[in-house]
């Protein structure tokens, strides 16, 4: 999942459109589109077909944007054998000047048509399909590419453009999505950060994610060119921010302060962390490189299967942080005692939630 591309495609209507009236589809009930998307087959590889029958049963743009999000999702794995090999279906460049609509036609459909075919492709291929089937059912979207972050070292990192996603035009606002990351998530080798496998997994957290959560691990290339975004955050924002671990944390935290996840202290300094954290939740603890609880799992490695159970002794064992609740929102204090300290993470009910680093002067 985390991916390579090149190229940023930008249509200028775009430029002048807004997101500050974005509906959040998160309540939406979207289960008439995905049942659409499930019974509806491609037949003799014709997509413009596809578009029609996956979008004719639907007046609102949403439930048909939703549908090819969802069918793509089901039918096409993430290649990541090509991932590992560097290979990413590159987008059509026209290097002579000459016919270059009629190339990039041509060099599009036959890429459409291997991906379908395969069943398979890597993030340019989601996001050329998804905007191809848009088209042809008549949906304003188009392809983004830009940086993602998938790593906790990632925080004040430079991370590169390898990845793209899509935008996509519902009642007069954008919307962003990545229908890459919708579809499931590879299994990495934490030795070589090779994809072993893939997990096939419907995500719907990546389907028109409102835009304050879909930053949080998606910047684009060229932020200049897209007028409607929030002007709040630059790039460099983009790159200091915390790390969230988990599709839980980047929904569940808002209003979160100090929006910077790259802190500087002194000794005897007091950080305090303030945040909505709408999960129910039983246990907060809070870990430092100097100071963390063990992981309360066991791993359990039987041949190529991986599985995990509670540690009782390791339970026994976990030191838990004092928190204030004023209403939904939460403040956390921690004093600086030691200048070795060079990360701070939260965790609630022992996973792993959000993480800072610091950097502390005596």
């Excluded at 039918?75 to 560097?86: E, H, L, P, R, V």
Aim: proline fraction near 5%; aromatic fraction near 16%; include cysteine.
């Amino acid at each position: 999942m985390y991916l390579k591309t090149f190229l940023f495609f930008l249509s200028a209507c775009i430029l002048s459109e807004s997101i500050f009236s974005q509906v959040d589809f998160s309540t939406y009930n979207f289960s008439e589109a995905d049942s659409v998307a499930l019974k509806t087959p491609l037949k003799d590889g014709d997509y413009f077909k596809l578009a029609k029958e996956l979008t004719a049963p639907f007046p609102d743009n949403a439930d048909k944007v939703r549908a090819i999000y969802s069918w793509i999702d089901d039918n096409i794995a993430y290649d990541y054998k090509a991932f590992n090999k560097g290979k990413t279906d590159p987008f059509f460049v026209c290097l002579n000047n000459a016919n270059c609509n009629t190339q990039e036609e041509m060099y599009n459909t036959a890429l459409i048509e291997r991906i379908l075919k395969r069943k398979k492709a890597v993030c340019n291929g989601y996001a050329l399909l998804f905007k191809t089937l848009c088209t042809i059912a008549g949906i304003k979207s188009d392809i983004v590419t830009g940086h993602v972050k998938t790593k906790p070292y990632q925080i004040g990192v430079k991370c590169p453009a390898d990845h793209a996603w899509n935008i996509v035009m519902i009642d007069s606002n954008w919307y962003c999505l990545d229908a890459t990351w919708g579809a499931g998530y590879g299994l990495e080798d934490e030795e070589t950060g090779m994809l072993i496998g893939w997990g096939k997994h419907f995500i719907p957290f990546f389907f028109c994610t409102p835009y304050e959560k879909f930053v949080r691990n998606h910047f684009p290339e060229h932020p200049e060119e897209l007028k409607f975004m929030d002007s709040k955050n630059t790039k460099e924002d983009f790159f200091n921010f915390p790390f969230f671990y988990s599709l839980s944390a980047l929904n569940n935290i808002e209003n979160l302060n100090p929006s910077t996840g790259m802190l500087k202290a002194k000794v005897g300094d007091t950080l305090t962390f303030s945040f909505k954290y709408k999960k129910p939740f039983t246990s907060f603890q809070l870990n430092t490189n100097m100071e963390r609880s063990p992981s309360i799992y066991e791993e359990i490695k039987k041949g190529k299967k991986t599985t995990y159970k509670i540690d009782s002794f390791m339970l026994t064992r976990q030191k838990y942080y004092p928190y204030e609740m004023n209403g939904d929102n939460m403040t956390v204090k921690y004093p600086v005692t030691n200048s070795s300290v060079y990360y701070i993470e939260f965790l609630f009910d022992y996973a792993e939630t959000l993480k800072y680093k610091i950097s502390v002067t005596p």
